[in-house]
């Protein structure tokens, strides 16, 4: 089955605890992001990657980090310097054709502090 | 000036009927175009991509864009209760580079 898996799908922290969010895709895809969602909101790019050992900040990058040690994989650790991380994560991977690209996501990981 | 814009709504159509979701964007660089569904709760999926001017169709749907207006825009035919979801709009700015930049997306709910 091929996809996108992002884990845990419910995440607890407490204040001043690091966490790591898990994506993991198996399409091939070179490229990987890590969006935050908050209630009515749209997604705001943290981080991507568009290629292994390579990652560029996104938006509102402060406060989280990443890497891309693998193709298939792309953590994403929120630090206790973020201060306001209750939100909805969401890691995407996206394929290129022909020049163009389309993004396809996981199912999301909804971070609550505590 | 926002890069990606989408009226947040929330945008109320009879069932039956067309919907009508509007986005326009910033960047005259802009190359590729996505409408995403998001019901709520879950992740966004992709129902339509479009890359040049003129109208798409797929089934209930049509995307068009008009890259001179800068204004990309969903219809959904003889809309559906399952119709009812978060509509969000995104750009890739450049050709060949990768980030998307989403709106904040349009609320839509159909009437039985």
């Known amino acids: 089955d091929g996809g996108i898996t992002q884990s845990p799908k419910y995440l607890f922290r407490k204040e001043g605890q690091n966490v790591t969010l898990s994506c993991e895709q198996n399409?091939?895809?070179?490229?990987m992001y890590w969006y935050r969602q908050d209630p009515g909101q749209g997604l705001r790019l943290i981080y991507y990657s568009q290629i292994v050992n390579d990652f560029q900040k996104g938006d509102i990058a402060e406060g989280y980090s990443v890497s891309r040690e693998k193709k298939e994989s792309f953590p994403l650790t929120v630090t206790s310097a973020q201060k306001n991380p209750t939100a909805f994560y969401l890691c995407?991977?996206?394929?290129?054709?022909?020049?163009?690209?389309?993004?396809?996501f996981g199912q999301g990981t909804r971070l609550t502090v505590v | 000036q926002k890069e990606v814009e989408q009226n947040s709504g929330p945008l109320s159509v009879p069932e039956g009927a067309i919907a009508s979701l509007n986005c326009t964007y910033s960047d005259r660089g802009s190359q590729s175009f996505f409408w995403y569904r998001q019901y709520s709760g879950k992740s966004p999926e992709l129902i339509m991509s479009i890359y040049s001017n003129g109208d798409k169709e797929d089934g209930r749907f049509t995307a068009q864009l008009n890259k001179a207006s800068q204004y990309v825009s969903l219809l959904i035919r003889d809309s559906q209760p399952s119709d009812s979801a978060t509509y969000l709009c995104a750009v890739n700015a450049f050709f060949g580079n990768e980030k998307l930049t989403f709106g904040t997306g349009t609320r839509l709910t159909i009437i039985p």
């Open positions: 399409l091939n895809h070179d490229a």
């Open positions: 995407a991977s996206s394929v290129k054709f022909g020049g163009y690209t389309e993004a396809f």
